[in-house]
C-alpha cells in the first residue's frame, strides 16, 4: 500500500487550481506522471489511480518496465536527451519523443518508425534559460528546425518542451515565469508561421502553477507523484 493514489490527486488539485488561477480551463492541461528510477508496480498503482501516460529518461530501464506493462493501456513518453543509438528502440516502442534537439535525429526516429503504428508525436526542445542550459535547440534556430521535423512523414510534430533553470529563492514570480514566458512566445510564433503545434510540455513538481500560468499545456511531474528519486549513481 502506498500514497500514490493521494499523491496523484494531490497533483490533479494543483493543477486545476493554477487553471483556474490562469483563468484556463482544466482540460487545456495534461498531466505525465514521471516514473523514471520507480518500477512497474508504481506505474501499476498510479493507473488503477486513473493515470495513462508515463515518462521516462532512461531507454533501458525504460524498455524493462514496459515488458512487465504490457497488459495496460498505456502511453509512454521518452523524456531524456535522444542520442542516436536509442532512436530505433524509441521508435519502436514510444508514443511521444519530448527532447528532439537535432534534425539528423528526428529524421532517425521517422525512417525507423514502424509502418504498423500511428506517426510517432514529437516536441522539438528548446533552450529558454540559455547559459544556465545545454539542452536544446535555441530559440533562433527553432522555426528551421520544426519546419524541417514536420514534413518528416513517421512522425507528428506537437509542440515544444522545456525545462528551465531551477529559480533561485529568491526570485519574484515574474522571473520565474520568465522563461515559461518565452516559451509561450516561441510557440505562438511557430503557429503564426502556419505549424500546426498543440503542445508545450514545460512544468515539473517544482514548477508546474508557474508552467501553466504561461501556457504549459502537458506538465511532466515525477517526485510530486512517486516521491524522491535516489540520486543517479
Ligand atoms: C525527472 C524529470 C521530470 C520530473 O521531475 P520532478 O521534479 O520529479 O517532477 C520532468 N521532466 C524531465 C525532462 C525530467 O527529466
Known amino acids: 500500500m502506498t ?8 497533483v490533479r488539485s494543483r493543477i486545476a487550481a493554477a487553471c483556474k488561477a490562469a483563468g ?3 482540460s487545456s492541461v495534461g498531466l505525465l506522471a514521471v516514473s523514471k528510477t520507480f518500477g512497474a508496480a508504481e506505474v501499476r498503482q498510479a ?18 518496465k514496459q515488458a512487465e506493462l504490457t497488459d495496460l493501456p498505456l502511453e509512454w513518453h521518452f523524456i531524456g536527451p535522444v542520442q542516436s543509438n536509442k532512436t530505433r528502440s524509441l521508435a519502436e ?3 511521444w519523443v519530448h527532447g528532439v534537439e537535432r534534425l539528423k535525429i528526428a529524421q532517425r526516429l521517422s525512417d525507423q518508425r514502424p509502418p504498423g503504428l500511428p506517426p510517432l508525436n514529437i516536441c522539438v526542445q528548446v533552450n529558454v534559460s540559455g547559459e544556465a542550459s545545454k539542452a536544446g535547440c535555441t530559440p533562433a534556430e527553432a522555426l528551421e528546425l520544426c519546419r524541417a521535423v514536420a514534413t518528416l512523414p513517421r512522425l507528428r510534430l506537437r509542440g515544444l518542451m522545456a525545462i528551465p533553470a531551477p529559480a533561485v529563492d529568491s526570485a519574484t ?3 520565474r515565469q520568465a522563461p515559461f514566458r518565452a516559451l509561450r512566445e516561441l510557440f505562438g510564433e511557430l503557429r503564426r508561421a502556419g505549424l500546426e503545434l498543440d503542445t508545450i510540455s514545460a512544468g515539473m513538481s517544482d514548477d508546474l502553477e508557474d508552467a501553466i500560468a504561461e501556457g504549459s499545456t502537458l506538465v511532466r511531474v515525477g517526485s510530486s507523484i512517486f516521491g524522491s528519486r ?3 549513481a
Open 93 to 95: 516502442r514510444f508514443d
Open 173 to 175: 514570480a515574474a522571473e
Open 230 to 232: 535516489p540520486p543517479k
Open 3 to 10: 500514497d500514490i493514489p493521494y499523491k496523484l490527486a494531490s
Open 24 to 26: 484556463r480551463p482544466e
Open 47 to 64: 493507473q488503477a489511480a486513473g493515470q495513462r501516460a508515463f515518462g521516462e529518461n532512461y531507454l533501458q530501464e525504460a524498455l524493462d
